[in-house]
């Protein structure tokens, strides 16, 4: 992709990381209460609640990989030359977002509940999908990247602060017990990620080389078939999975942020039903996390860019914060001691800074993942790769939370009821912690792997500058071919579409990582 002539400064990567109050508030909220919400106020067990995200899943499958292929597609269309492929999906999706608040409402019956719920995945894929991919259309520096990145994470800390003390406020006017909190902060929200998605519309622009290197399909060729579609779909989804950066990145994200679910889930009725404290300390402890996430992003931020500390040993450094974190945790529940809230408050500081390196490292190397891709098919597919990136996000989410609630339910978990059985304390303690534990202790593993440094992208990137400008593949030296290699798994030879079929089919043959 060629530099873009206008350079990204901290007012645009604001205006384009807003948008993350939406992708990180929302299901932070839907994370830390929905479930809670749905099983106290709305007359629904455990189960009943935890299939609904199961459900979502299934349907969302579907949607977020559709939504990918459909962006990196939509120049040829009318509303994509007049709007732009990606950003017309949000311009769509801003009003739309006060469908957010429909969740909060109370004694509606299940089929409403899940009505409800799915009507936010659709809505959240046609936002979060494009949107994704705009930090690696809008500039190809590291730097700028790294800033785009790091705003957003900064937003989407706010988002998640925000949706665990917004509760805790509002909880001072109605009540500790009331379901109006939930439906008085599903309808604020809704109104700003309203402003928020519309404000990144505003604020962001597309890559110019995109449009003059699309190439639409012959006329007379296939391509208004819809089997002609759902194959092409098909064959990107499977061929983004050929590139080793990004299977071990998938690993990474995964792993991480399903600890984090588990985690966020399980947390509330630790406190509630553990700690003996109520719902109100829940929104205490988490805001001085996310509170502390924000500068934390920033720790992060100048960890990457002016240290050159490497994405691997950034991830490190966080999950060992976290590992401090839930062995404290679980050393205040089996010994029964009467933590300070100073105490609390210090550990939950060493959370939130640890948790936003979680979040930001891996969102900022996803937006170099489209250059390793083009240098194996010569394509810009950021919208598969962000429509993987989504799925298996909000995928996690609800598998995460439909898990919990099946072992809750095995436990012998009672709704509504204030005490709760020993056996269902301990799964809540086990989930937390243990659980939490082994899905970080897999990404620790694999940060090991990963070979991706600002070195080596800038390899990657004069590498792939000197191919379009027509440089012979036989001239490259040793030492970028095993760049090359470490971040796509393929031998040199088989890159810039040498491989059979690579340009007119993306499923690809490649090493195991």
Sequence with gaps: MKP???????????????????????????????????????????????????????????????????????????????????????????????????????????????????????????????????????????????????????????????????????????????????????????????????????????????????????EGANSGNLWHHLKSLTLDLLSSFKIKMFRQHIIIYIASFTAMDVFGSVFTYYVVYGLHQDAAAVSGYLSVAAFVSVPGTFVFMMLLSKLNVTPSGALRLSYSGIFAVLAFLFYAYISNINVSAILFSAVFVILGISRAGLYFIPWNIYS??????????????????????????KSTVALAIMLIGVVLEESGFVKGQGEQPIEALHAIVGLMVFATAALLAISFWMTFKFKLTRESHKTLIKEVARLKLGGNLADCDMETRKVIKDLTGYEYDKVWGQHTGAQKSPHLTSESP
């Design 368 to 393: 170099f993942i489209p250059d390793v891709d083009e240098i194996v098919t010569k394509k810009r597919r950021e919208g598969i790769f962000s429509g993987v990136m989504v799925l298996t996000r």
């Design 4 to 218: 873009t002539e206008r350079r990204v400064g901290y007012g645009i990567a604001i205006g384009y990381g807003v948008t993350d109050l939406f992708g990180g508030g929302a299901f932070v909220i839907i994370g830390t209460w929905l479930l809670f919400f749905y099983t106290t106020y709305c007359g629904l067990s455990v189960l009943e609640a935890g299939s609904i995200f199961a459900i979502a899943r299934v349907i969302d499958a579907v949607l977020s990989p559709i939504m990918g292929y459909i962006t990196d597609n939509f120049a040829n269309t009318w509303p994509g030359k007049r709007f732009g492929r990606r950003r017309f999906f949000l311009l769509l999706s801003a009003p739309l977002m006060f469908l957010y608040a429909l969740l909060w409402v109370t004694d509606m019956g299940y089929w409403y509940y899940l009505g409800t719920y799915l009507s936010i995945e659709l809505l959240s894929a046609m936002v979060l999908v494009p949107w994704e991919t705009l930090a690696a259309e809008m500039t190809n520096r590291y730097t700028e990247r790294a800033k785009l990145s790091g705003v957003r994470m900064i937003c989407s800390q706010l988002g998640g602060f925000l949706a665990v003390s917004v509760p805790g406020v509002i909880m001072q006017f109605t009540g500790k017990d009331n379901a109006m909190t939930y439906t008085y902060t599903g309808l604020l929200f809704s109104i700003i990620f309203c402003l928020a998605v519309f404000t990144t519309w505003m604020c962001t622009w597309e890559a110019k080389d995109v449009r003059e290197e699309f190439e639409p399909e012959p």
